[in-house]
């Protein structure tokens, strides 16, 4: 099945109301560390993501997830379809080209360094 796609404004547009979601960025922990969406929690791609990784992320809000794959997104896209089959109804993947184009927006990145 596909998974329904929510732009950087849509997502922005949320933050800014105060819209409860959750933002997993699935790249690698050393280039989330680099700078990630603002909130945005760590859950890198790997092929069965188990529920001890998922413990934390509320259910009944959206997930937004995304990485930096370019116009397929495939990790994010798969990340999504797993949190599907693990009951999460509310997740979108972030569109291409995601988190490049977030921060050539100028919208709020963290760093961890």
Not at 14 to 37: L, R, S, W
Not at 79 to 95: D, H, I, M, N
Request: aromatic letters at 8%; hydrophobic letters at 35%.
């Amino acid at each position: 099945a596909d998974v329904p796609r929510i732009s950087i404004q849509e997502l922005k547009k949320m933050m800014d109301n105060g819209t409860a979601v959750t933002i997993i960025d699935v790249q690698p922990k050393e280039i989330y560390d680099e700078g990630h969406i603002k909130g945005a929690i760590s859950l890198p791609w790997k092929s069965q993501i188990a529920l001890e990784d998922v413990w934390s992320i509320p259910e009944g809000q959206p997930i937004v997830t995304y990485c930096d794959c370019g116009p397929g997104e495939a990790d994010s896209s798969n990340v999504a379809s797993q949190l599907f089959q693990l009951g999460y109804e509310k997740v979108k993947v972030l569109k291409d080209p995601s988190i490049k184009e977030w921060k050539k927006a100028g919208y709020p990145i963290e760093k961890n360094k």
